[in-house]
């Protein structure tokens, strides 16, 4: 059906060429394209995300990376996050979910993202053990891990609020079920979501979590990705001294810079054990919307 409207659209934007039926030609058309962005996974995939595995740890820290899926920089982080918890004996569930089978087009892209982030929250929101969460969204991957937060959190109330009233539910209700600290790291992300969804990483990225941060830069090709959120704390990478050692991958642009940028100093500087006050993740000392140029 919404092939067919689609069809319909361009054949009569072309039928009249004074423009005439333009505008509402435009309109339906762009609720069309909204109305297949929109569309559920299932339905255009044929088969729903996959869980994240077994995992009996306290503290997660989660990556979903962009469009184009896991690479050598997502791969440093994951590393680097995984080499620390040895260095202070610190057992944490570290995973990069790779989505690339859950995408659609770059159109759909955000929504797609924003729709596994959610299935992602909910699962974790089912699991007591967890105290801590740190979700990383790299480019439009930033869609995943804002909603995996605001999802987390969303479930995480309600099963409170059923275990005081003693529900019986399908998913755990003991006690333990207790608030946990959330911290969102945004690397260069892509914030506008659909046709009509224009500045919505502004208006609702990191509003969720505890603790927000963005790393950015203002200089790459990638749109709606060089601005500062005010939902969370930006760190302004571009003029950073590092950079000029930086050579992307082929077919890559600067818009991979602040992904690496955070993987080369999550062990130097950034990883909060080292409690170093540049990078405490505390609103308090890093406001929202506030801004700290890295050189």
Known sequence: VLKMGIESFLTSAVS????????????????????YVRLPQKILFGKDPYLLPDFNQKSVFLLFPGYGG??????????????SDKRYRESRFVYCYDWRDWRGTLLRAA??????????????ATSENVSEVHVVGVSVGAFAADACIKEFRKHRKTIQKSTKKESTLSIPTKSSFKRVQSRLTLLDPFTSR???GN???????GKDADFCEQ???????????NSPLSGAHIYDVTESLERSQYIPAEGDTMHSWPVAFYGLNWAKK?????????YRPCHIER?????????
């Open 16 to 35: 009249f060429p004074f423009g005439f039926p333009l505008i509402p030609s435009l309109a339906v058309g762009s609720v069309l394209l909204e109305s």
């Open 70 to 83: 896991p690479d050598e920089n997502t791969d440093r982080i994951v590393n680097s996050v995984r080499e």
């Open 111 to 124: 929504w797609d993202s924003q729709q596994i982030g959610k299935i992602i929250g909910k699962q974790l």
């Open 194 to 196: 659909g046709i009509f």
């Open 199 to 205: 500045g919505y990483g502004d208006q609702y990225f």
């Open 215 to 225: 790393f950015m830069n203002t200089d790459d090709p990638v749109p709606t990705t």
């Open 270 to 278: 950034i990883d909060p054990r080292l409690n170093l006050p540049l």
């Open 287 to 295: 406001p929202r919307g506030s801004l700290t140029r890295i050189d």
